[in-house]
């Protein structure tokens, strides 16, 4: 975000606050928005997709822009095309969106959602299941899609890049909230993974061992046979036997605890 307040955050600056670059912000999730001073700013197709096209690669020559937003023309068009598309961005907006000459990159002052979030995703995934931040879980179970509609391939790569970390954060979130002991909330991230992709062995792994680590092995026991039936149907395949064996061996032990009393009765009754 920018500092509104004056140089280098000083409020006792002699700097006219009017003076400050106007506060712009670039949505790329359920759909594509620019915030200047939270108007939104009416942007045509062509330099949208440039746009988010620099976002979503962080820093590009025009080759590529040109070549990857406009493949069916000569490369000569698509230069003129890019150049066009940056000529109308710096006729919308006094605040800088795209910046560079033969690289591209956006603005440093520009406050990018997805650059955001996936700065907080990689944070949960570098400090691991016991350290990783709790309170990034509503925004991991609720995010939206990165770019609704759109279905360029670097779109639906950027997607599934997205996707792939909001999985691994998920889970890792509910581990993290096992390790507290805050089961409830370890349940509707590992459920929120699984819900992402109900197919993905992880997530109903962490789901499995939450109720475990509340001792609803009968939760487990259901959660493991519902994945063992969606698996044989879509891909005709079974769940790895580690997952099988991790609600056995809880099995063994509920089984062995029930069983217990009974024998000591029986050696009492011998008595």
Partial sequence: ???LIGPAGN???DSDPDDSPPAAKLLLLDGFQVL????????????RRVVAYVALRSRSSRAEVAGTLWPEVPDSKAQACLRTALWRL?????HPLVTGDETLWLDESLDVDVSTLIAAIQRVINEGECGADRGLLPTLATMGELLPGWYDDWVLLGRERLRQL??????????????DGRYAEAIEAAMAAVRLEPLRESATRVLIEVHLAEDN???????LEFFRRSLATELGVE??????????SRQTVTHARRDRPRILRR?????
């Fill in 239 to 248: 769940p790895t036997e580690e997952l099988v064996e991790l609600v056995r």
């Fill in 1 to 3: 975000m920018i500092d």
């Fill in 267 to 271: 050696h009492r009754n011998l008595a």
């Fill in 11 to 13: 409020p006792d600056s």
């Fill in 166 to 179: 909001q999985l691994h954060a998920l889970e890792l979130t509910a581990q993290g909230l096992t390790c």
């Fill in 217 to 223: 092995v009968v939760e487990a026991m259901r959660r």
């Fill in 36 to 47: 200047v001073d939270d108007q939104p700013l009416a942007i045509p197709l062509s330099a």
């Fill in 90 to 94: 710096r006729q919308l907006s006094d």
